[in-house]
């Protein structure tokens, strides 16, 4: 029998929000039960910390320089095929809830070309997914905490009131009262939270989260670094529990519907938040940014999978990437896309099955600078190319050197020894690594300088 599959993803949350990655306050007590069934993945990596550039891989298994959609407001080729693509002609019926960000066209700070971000998209524009259907293009644009609307596969318009992301979850299980039962579904909830709303330029969580979350203790990076987190911290955490007690909701409903031991659940969030205490020195000048960065705050994201083959409460600490979800998601559909996406097959690092495989991730970052950057177990390692947009190009012939971090000696990236001589040689390595996987990547070799 054919697994039901669901990608619910959550949007800027950090991995230590997570009790089973190592927060102190119960925040995510459904998951936790779900990682102790599952596997849970220590160590995952976004490829791409920005919103838009991260959901273009997440459904073409594809680098965002490879689609062309390497930064926010660009729009997803029509002429790729996608993971929606594949995983209907596999025979599974689709739904996609929440937000898409992948329909809008234009200049990075200007009003697209093409706007659909507080509008419905076209059938044409939804990546290849042909049922169920309640999305919104830029959701942040379209709600707020307490109110919104999407919109449904006929373009109407679905207003709501409530949490958001309750709201998102009703949605979600509404699909169970109109699915093909005769078929297995492939399901994505696309919830915003816990991504701050912009123009309140706030992280808006359920009323009472001040009070309820006021004992929070703060990562170490964001105690010592600044930024807004003192003040945004309890509203964030508050967010995280909320999207905890929606996939219990999803859970009870599958377990109803009886269909829980036949389904796989992927947990994941597209990047982290970084509560502006990086990139103090790109164009954005630390204005509302939160990711855009290499540093673990932005790239270290939380991965559990459980059911189907990922089970018995697996605990790894390989290096995995987030780019491998799309072709995970199809290789639990018994589809094999072979070279034509990039990643792996995670359930092949579960079982060890690469002897030879290196303990590596790698990400191209955007908007905030052009950057790349290699993390190892004991190094991370980013360039940036000097005098050039984030926002306006997506490479560069020229990188120089922008961060080392030394992670047995600093885990929480505080001492950039990039410049160091003591660590020329380690430098070197992980430099001939990153230009190795440019190349191979994005199909040249550019020059790295100190």
């Known amino acids: 029998m054919a697994l039901n599959i669901i990608f619910y993803f959550t949007d800027q949350q950090r991995w230590d929000t997570c009790g089973c990655f190592g927060q102190p306050l119960?925040?995510?007590?459904?998951?936790?039960?779900?990682?102790?069934?599952?596997?849970?993945?220590?160590?995952?990596?976004?490829?791409q910390p920005v919103c838009g550039p991260c959901r273009a891989l997440f459904q073409?298994?594809?680098?965002?320089?490879?689609?062309?959609?390497?930064?926010n407001n660009l729009m997803l080729p029509t002429n790729v095929k996608t993971l929606a693509n594949y995983i209907e002609e596999a025979g599974y019926e689709t739904a996609y809830i929440g937000k898409w960000h992948l329909a809008s066209d234009g200049d990075l700070e200007a009003k697209p070309r093409i706007d659909h971000t507080i509008t419905a998209i076209p059938k044409e524009l939804r990546g290849g997914y042909t049922g169920y259907w309640r999305a919104a293009d830029v959701l942040e644009f379209t709600s707020h905490g307490y109110d919104g609307y999407v919109f449904d596969e006929n373009n109407n318009?679905?207003?709501?009131?409530?949490?958001?992301?309750?709201?998102?979850?009703?949605m979600a299980l509404d699909f169970f009262k109109v699915r093909d039962k005769s078929k297995p579904f492939f399901m994505t909830i696309s919830q915003i939270e816990p991504h701050h709303q912009n123009d309140r330029k706030h992280y808006e969580g359920p009323i009472g989260s001040k009070e309820k979350y006021k004992d929070f203790v703060l990562p170490h990076d964001l105690e010592v670094l600044g930024g807004n987190a003192k003040e945004e911290y309890p509203d964030y955490l508050g967010q995280c529990a909320s999207l905890d007690h929606n996939l219990g909701r999803l859970i009870d409903k599958l377990k109803e519907?009886?269909?829980?031991?036949?389904?796989?659940?992927?947990f994941a969030s597209d990047h982290g938040s970084h509560f502006k205490t990086r990139n103090t020195d790109s164009h954005l000048n630390g204005y509302d940014d939160y990711k855009r960065s290499c540093h673990d705050g932005a790239l270290h994201v939380p991965l559990v999978i459980a059911g189907g083959p990922f089970k018995n409460?697996?605990?790894?600490?390989?290096?995995?990437?987030?780019?491998?979800?799309p072709k995970t998601i199809l290789g639990l559909a018994g589809v094999d896309v072979g070279n034509n996406m990039i990643g792996e097959y995670l359930l092949d690092v579960v079982e060890h099955k690469n002897k030879d495989r290196e303990e590596?991730?790698?990400a191209q970052i955007s908007e905030s600078r052009i950057g790349r950057c290699i993390r190892t177990k004991d190094y991370l390692y980013s360039v940036y190319a000097p005098?050039?947009?984030?926002?306006?190009?997506?490479?560069s012939d020229l990188y120089q050197d922008d961060f080392l971090y030394d992670l047995e000696k600093d885990p929480y990236q505080l001492n950039n020894v990039v410049q160091d001589p003591s660590y020329k040689d380690i430098k070197e390595k992980l430099r001939m690594r990153l230009l190795k996987w440019i190349e191979d990547g994005e199909g040249y070799r550019p020059n790295i300088i100190d």
């Open 360 to 362: 590596v991730a790698f």
């Open 157 to 170: 318009k679905v207003e709501f009131k409530g949490y958001r992301a309750d709201c998102i979850t009703d």
């Open 313 to 325: 409460g697996l605990s790894i600490d390989n290096i995995v990437s987030t780019e491998s979800l």
């Open 26 to 47: 119960n925040i995510t007590p459904n998951l936790d039960k779900l990682a102790s069934e599952g596997v849970k993945f220590n160590n995952a990596f976004s490829p």
């Open 257 to 266: 519907e009886g269909i829980y031991d036949n389904t796989v659940i992927i």
């Open 60 to 71: 073409t298994g594809k680098l965002a320089t490879e689609t062309g959609c390497f930064r």
């Open 387 to 395: 005098n050039l947009n984030g926002g306006e190009k997506a490479s």
